[in-house]
């Protein structure tokens, strides 16, 4: 009995597997962790660059505007071009100019600071970067990994995000207190460099092919054309892969009701914005706390990331984000009404929860995308779950800080999470198949 109950305690862990069993996988992996603390270090230098500048919550939700236009735009068109070129060219485009956007803001230490459009402005080209690559990025670990680990290998770059995002955070705030926010970013760029070598150490990745059918099956005959007639010929063409990939989506209840979960959680109740002005109210703005907010929602993740192989090894995920996109809400509700009363830590403590929360949620709903979609469609479906997935906590952040102009940050949390528990439990009644799904089916 003790030795059952120790393999039931072991099994509960992080499955590490991925890392033994491939190096092209470990490679990336350490690259993605890099290449997220840079991203976490410079988020904290965009919210308090912004709100130092600006001191307006609308101004601050203009961040999650900025990002979430080029993440719905590209994000999109990475999806047909994750599907017809090499998927490995196409992160390599991308990271490298993410890392030259993040240069571009690092140059702030010699130009001194750019006027808030132009700030704004580098960010939404590194965002668009991102976007354009990242359906690409999503394909590699169903092609390095088998099956049966593809969950696992979730789990590990969910737990190196969130490792970052606690690193991250508390890592800007210190640079923000003994230097700038360029530095923040010079920073970024360094980890976004390492990143792009990581990739280009990976195998060719060409995405398999379907035969062709339809209006796609006549899209390129056969015949000499001319470059401008070529170039409407794959732009219809990458427009009906653009269209595929949505009907996969919309016709599947899985997809379908995990996406809208995910929705309900960030468009509703997503808090990021709020926390430059919750740091203002609770610890008088000091930009050591603000780093504070995020690296306790990266506890959460990182402990929950710990624990999980309580997700990956289960056959049931959908009922795994059902319960986690819950969690995420009364968390969330909680913060609301610590920062109404003025509990700072009961406030930091429901960030953990939420973070641990995310985490659950992220995982088992990236593993049921990857399984439930073939290779041949996977860009395209993997370009809507990238949009609903980044795009949604940037729209979310907008609504957080234009709902905190009108009323109060705290208010704004407070309604983003009883939002968010009423359509998730809307979701839960009307989509059964999410609750329904299996790993082996």
């Not at 030795?3 to 597997?17: E, K, M, N, V, Y």
């Not at 892969?241 to 959680?265: C, I, K, Q, T, Y």
Request: charged share 10%.
């Amino acid at each position: 009995m003790r030795a059952s109950a120790t393999r039931r305690a072991r099994g509960a862990f992080l499955d590490l597997t991925p890392l033994r069993i491939s190096p092209a996988y470990r490679r990336l992996w350490v690259g993605g962790a890099l290449s997220g603390l840079g991203h976490q270090v410079a988020v904290v230098a965009v919210l308090f660059q912004v709100w130092e500048m600006t001191r307006s919550p609308f101004w601050v939700a203009a961040i999650g505007i900025a990002q979430a236009v080029p993440m719905i735009l590209l994000g999109l068109v990475g999806g047909p071009v994750a599907d017809v070129l090499d998927r490995r060219r196409v992160a390599l485009a991308a990271t490298a100019g993410q890392a030259l956007a993040a240069l571009a803001l690092g140059a702030q230490l010699v130009t001194g600071l750019y006027p808030l459009p132009l700030l704004l402005g580098l960010l939404s080209v590194q965002t668009a970067c991102n976007a354009l690559g990242a359906p690409a990025r999503r394909t590699f670990i169903t092609r390095l990994m088998p099956r049966e680990q593809v969950p696992a290998g979730i789990a590990l770059h969910m737990i190196s995000f969130q490792a970052a995002m606690m690193v991250g955070p508390a890592v800007g705030g210190l640079l923000l207190g003994v230097a700038s926010p360029a530095v923040c970013y010079l920073v970024n760029a360094l980890a976004l460099t390492v990143s792009w070598w990581t990739v280009r150490a990976l195998p060719a990745m060409p995405p398999e092919r379907r035969a062709p059918t339809g209006a796609r099956a006549k899209a390129d005959p056969p015949t000499r054309t001319s470059p401008t007639t070529r170039l409407r010929r794959r732009t219809r063409t990458a427009l009906v892969m653009l269209g595929e990939g949505v009907d996969a989506v919309r016709h599947n209840p899985v997809l379908r009701g995990s996406f809208l979960l995910d929705l309900a959680a960030t468009l509703l109740a997503f808090p990021v914005a709020l926390f430059p002005m919750v740091n203002q109210e609770l610890f008088g703005g000091d930009p050591r706390t603000l780093g504070l907010f995020l690296t306790c929602v990266a506890v959460g993740g990182v402990s929950a990331g710990l624990g999980s192989g309580l997700v990956t090894r289960r056959s049931r995920l959908g009922v795994v984000q059902l319960g986690a996109v819950a969690v995420w809400g009364v968390a969330l509700l909680g913060f609301g009404l610590a920062a109404l009363a003025g509990w700072a830590w009961a406030a930091l403590a429901t960030l953990v929860v939420a973070g641990a929360a995310d985490t659950v949620s992220v995982t088992s709903r990236a593993a049921m995308v990857q399984l439930a979609t073939p290779d041949s469609h996977l860009g395209r479906v993997s370009s809507v779950e990238h949009v609903i997935g980044v795009s949604g906590p940037d729209i979310g952040n907008a609504r957080a800080g234009l709902v905190a102009g009108l009323t109060t940050p705290a208010w704004s949390a407070l309604l983003g999470a009883v939002g968010c528990l009423a359509v998730g439990a809307w979701v839960a009644l009307t989509h059964r198949e999410v609750a329904a799904f299996r790993v082996g089916d």
